[in-house]
């Protein structure tokens, strides 16, 4: 068995004894994002975003608007590439992302429950998340309590906004107009 096989083999029985061993499938999604030593995720890829990303109740999945259609985007069995984007900053990158029809009424149940604001959140321990519009582009703020805020990127001509907080305040998912939707862990 090659090298590559190998480690593709090992992660895949790592991420299969994290759901095994009772982990909630946002853990899913945060272990892939410490494997590749990345803060964030490009889990999908896409110019047709409308209106804010909702998280479903146990994490596992976030609701998009793609042209009108809301899809269910499962977070549940995933596994991350490496990539940069906006001048070099390591990223996760979700090739195939799975898309599902989603229901309205599980719209309105994910609706009910989650948090979100197009460009300030700030979480229940005090951890402040802000899209600030910098000349034509966004600067990714992240204020912890009682600490100073940490920049952790700028874009120079994209718009980026809609923060949902995932149900753990773990992680934030918003959209960049020109990349698509991404995924950050606080």
Known sequence: MGEGRLVVTVLFIGLALLRDMGASEAEVLSAELQRLGVRSALVLQSQALDEEPVWAPDGGAIAVNIE?????????????????????????????????????????????????????????????????SVDLGTAFVISPKGKAPEVLWKTSMENCHSLSLSPDERLVAFICELNGLVVTKL
């Open 68 to 132: 009108g259609s809301w899809k269910r985007l499962d977070l549940s069995h995933i596994v991350l590439m490496k990539a940069e984007w906006h001048g070099g900053v390591p990223l996760g990158f979700l090739q195939s992302p799975s898309l599902t029809p989603l229901k309205e009424s599980d719209l309105a149940r994910w609706k009910a429950g989650g948090r979100r604001d197009p460009r300030k959140i700030t979480t229940r321990a005090g951890t402040a998340v802000e899209m600030k």
